[in-house]
């Protein structure tokens, strides 16, 4: 039969390949990842495990000594606490922004829409430094949003909005806003018309409307929506490092701060491999939550 | 009509959002007054003439860094796409998961785990990866590899075996099948990888910030390290070139790929 003749002659699916042979191709990938990134991370959380010997130097016995200098006291505790309420204020910014956004795209019937997500998607796709950099003349002291706050009387004088923390929470709802629109705007899509229709043919009011079946329909999206915000927010750099104008301490740049100018590698592998198993855990929760709204719906 | 009317207005303020501190670069960087102050105060176009050389150099540095990335990413990519979507091994999936696994990781970690690894390599080699563009290369792969094989890890999924018994059955050799065959089905994934991570590649600064240095420094390293400590009109200038080259790039790669597959490689 011819079909027979056919897979006999298949070389990829059939025998003559040896069970092996696939993993001989992965081979090399595998090694080349090993090398160059496996490697450098165990040996960052080797790192952690000793203590400093003067700068640059680590010292050469075990121990957990930073992992509960880190975990205790309040001052790097603080930066760990201050970065997760970083992540929740951005998380927060980006669903109340997001969200009606989200709705708009996934409602819309304009000719505009494919524009609008190419806008949406755009800021990605210009260096994350430029974008830091814009924020500069519009929230600086003597920058475009105080002058329209001065000028129409909002405030009496300048407001301090960029280089702190306020400037970091700006910055990063920018970089991550796209992100969330983008996973709201999948799940709104899937949420049938006609279940907003008849709620509001039955009386509920445009609130109740949301409240009572749009948000808890679209509620995988937000959940996971929220996971990937609050990973990126807290695993950024550039971001704080750029508008926190180096006085904004969060994991990112308290890690940078000590491989860069303290040279207590120790110090920094610890909150290092710290941001790295918090980052990791929620990821996979993230990929989960996916995975079960994928087998969901 | 009052309530949509809002929900529009919502949505203008946050296009809006989205995309003043793009526009304002542009703008600022004609302004002849203080960089930073609004409303510009006279035109100019002195900054752009100022803008320093080291610039120029930490583009072409980028250029290089992100070309071989993007090209040794593919060229480690698909023997291991292939492999994972074709053989039948134990430990497939997890196997699966560790090529994704440094997606995961925050590339300021990654970043700062391959300086110190760079400084143990110079202490049992005497080779110096730190501040080479070798080095830059390596950092880059990290991500690189991973960005473009998910990428071709979704196009593959599609992949349709018929075509390739087809070739085999009129007497194709296995390599010419590869060639002929597997490849140009796999193109369109292929690209997209591809071009992705040379824009991720040209965007990073948590691993160009701790693995290059000196000649090996690209373009947003240099843009980061000079706006630490003073914000130059020079600077905006440098800036506001990058916005309008992304901007004509973007077009162009919408007209190509399509952005939102490109995007679609994301996540």
């Given amino acids: 039969m011819a079909s027979t003749a056919i897979s006999e002659k298949s070389a990829w699916r059939s025998p003559p390949r040896r069970p092996d042979f696939w993993l001989w191709v992965l081979l090399p990938t595998a090694l080349v990842l090993g090398v160059i990134f496996f490697a450098p991370i165990v040996d960052l959380i080797l790192a952690s495990l000793h203590e400093m010997a003067g700068p640059g130097q680590v010292s050469t016995s075990f121990t957990l000594a930073n992992y509960r200098t880190f975990l205790t006291d309040p001052f790097y505790f603080g930066i760990l606490l201050r970065t997760c309420w970083l992540g929740l204020l951005v998380v927060g910014c980006c669903l109340i922004v997001g969200y009606p956004v989200a709705y708009y795209l996934a409602r819309t019937q304009s000719r505009w829409r494919g524009f609008l997500l190419f806008l949406t998607i755009s800021p990605l796709l210009i260096s994350a430094v430029v974008r830091n950099m814009g924020w500069f003349p519009l929230l600086d002291q003597a920058g475009l949003v105080n002058w329209l706050l001065l000028e129409l009387g909002v405030v009496s004088s300048p407001l301090r909005l960029i280089n702190n923390f306020t400037g970091v929470v700006i910055g990063l709802v920018h970089a991550l806003l796209p992100f969330m629109i983008l996973t709201l705007t999948t799940v709104i899509q899937r949420i049938d018309v006609d279940l907003e229709e008849a709620a509001a043919s039955l009386g509920a009011g445009p609130w109740r409307v949301f409240w009572r079946v749009l948000l808890p329909l679209s509620l995988p999206g937000v959940v996971s929506g929220a996971l990937i915000v609050f990973t990126m927010a807290i695993s950024a750099y550039t971001t704080p490092a750029i508008l926190g104008g180096n006085r904004v301490l969060v994991m990112a740049t308290y890690i940078a701060q000590q491989f860069r100018t303290v040279l207590n590698y120790p110090a920094g592998g610890t909150a290092a491999a710290i941001l790295l198993v918090f980052a990791a855990m929620l990821t996979i929760l993230a990929l989960r939550v996916r995975t079960a709204e994928a087998a969901g719906s | ?267």
Avoid at chain 2, 25 to 37: D, E, H, Q, T, Y
Avoid at chain 2, 98 to 108: E, G, N, T
Wanted: charged share 10%; proline share 6%; aromatic share 10%.
């Fill in chain 2, 1 to 267: 009509m009052t309530r949509r009317m809002a929900l529009r207005a919502v949505v203008l303020a946050v296009f809006a959002f989205l995309l003043a501190p793009v526009i304002i670069v542009v703008i600022a960087s004609f302004n002849g007054g203080p960089i930073l102050s609004f409303p510009p105060e006279e035109f100019t176009l002195r900054w752009f003439e100022q803008i320093k050389p080291s610039f120029v150099d930490g583009l072409y540095v980028s250029l290089i860094v992100a070309t071989s990335t993007a090209l040794l990413s593919i060229a480690f990519g698909i023997p291991a796409v292939l492999a994972l979507s074709r053989g039948n091994f134990p430990a497939r999936d997890a196997l699966n998961s560790i090529l994704l696994s440094p997606l995961m990781v925050p590339a300021l970690v990654t970043g700062v785990a391959l300086y110190q690894f760079s400084l143990a390599f110079w202490d049992l080699t005497r080779i110096s990866l730190g501040g080479t563009i070798t080095g830059l290369i390596i950092g880059h792969l990290t991500f690189g590899i991973p960005f473009a094989a998910r990428a071709m890890l979704a196009g593959h999924a599609r992949f349709d075996y018929a075509l390739e018994e087809a070739a085999l059955n009129l007497g194709a050799t296995p390599m010419q099948t590869f060639w002929r065959v597997t490849i140009p089905v796999l193109r369109p994934s292929i690209i997209s990888g591809g071009i992705f991570a040379f824009v991720m590649s040209l965007d990073d600064v948590p691993i160009a910030l701790f693995m290059g240095g000196g000649n090996a420094t690209t373009l947003p390293v240099r843009i980061f390290t000079t706006i630490e400590f003073d914000f130059s009109g020079d600077v905006m200038a440098v800036a506001a070139v990058i916005v309008v080259a992304s901007v004509v790039l973007m077009l162009l790669l919408d007209r190509l790929v399509g952005i939102e597959q490109l995007f679609g490689a994301r996540h």
